[in-house]
């Protein structure tokens, strides 16, 4: 398809375990975010890369939180000894360079429950 | 604090009233404003955004939304819901400079037949 895709589309993980998340921007987007959504909430930004560098991990609420995109294009966020508070929707969005800011579009996500 | 502000949280209408969504910011700073919409089982997508220019901004699916800079709000308008407007709805004002969105907490609308 031609959209941002995300996989898996819904992961349980024990506490402790380690878990990645894969995104796909769409095809020759530069730009890539990360961005957390806890049950009836807005999202939070986590993360941004322009092609393979990350060039603002502000938002990453621990050092738990890793998140990569070697070559620019796929880009995969790492939680590890994942916690309960981890639970949330992980959203991945992608744009052009046009201008500083642009339309960001949006992944399906990925729904993470940590027991 | 709370950058972001939308002040109602659920929404009940009947077709065919019309809509006001509230968003307030607090930044002091110029910023880009954004309405995104997540309907049920679907991605976050873009209804409008305003960078600059005229303040009166037209979306897709008749919505709408007014820059007042005075009032630090991007208010969301249309005047006559539809059942498939029924969805969550984004407010995403952010500073200037910052590529990243700032969303609000949402507003879930359901309209009733």
């Known amino acids: 398809g031609a959209g941002v895709s995300q996989s898996p589309r819904y992961k349980v993980a024990k506490r402790g375990q380690d878990v990645a998340l894969r995104c796909d921007p769409i095809?020759?987007?530069?730009?890539l975010f990360w961005y957390q959504q806890a049950l009836g909430q807005g999202p939070e930004f986590l993360t941004y890369?322009?092609?393979?560098?990350?060039?603002?991990k502000s938002g990453l609420p621990s050092d738990r939180f890793f998140a990569e995109r070697p070559e620019g294009s796929v880009s995969t966020l790492k939680i590890q000894r994942t916690q309960q508070e981890d639970s949330a929707v992980y959203l991945c969005a992608s744009s052009l360079p046009l201008g500083v800011v642009n339309e960001q579009f949006f992944g399906p996500g990925t729904r993470l429950t940590v027991l | 604090a709370q950058s972001v502000s939308q002040h109602n949280h659920h929404v009940i209408l009947s077709e065919a009233a019309s809509l006001e969504l509230g968003c307030n910011y607090s930044y002091g700073g110029t910023v880009n404003l954004f309405w995104y919409v997540q309907y049920p089982g679907q991605h976050l997508q873009l209804l409008l955004k305003y960078f600059s220019g005229d303040p009166l901004v037209k979306g897709i699916k008749g919505f709408e939304a007014e820059f007042i800079k005075s009032k630090f709000s991007f208010n969301l308008r249309k005047p006559s819901v539809q059942w498939s407007d029924t969805a969550e709805y984004f407010c995403a004002p952010s500073p200037t400079g910052r590529r990243a969105l700032t969303f609000g907490s949402g507003t879930r609308l359901q309209v009733q037949p």
């Open positions: 095809s020759g987007h530069v730009s």
């Open positions: 890369f322009q092609n393979e560098a990350q060039l603002d």
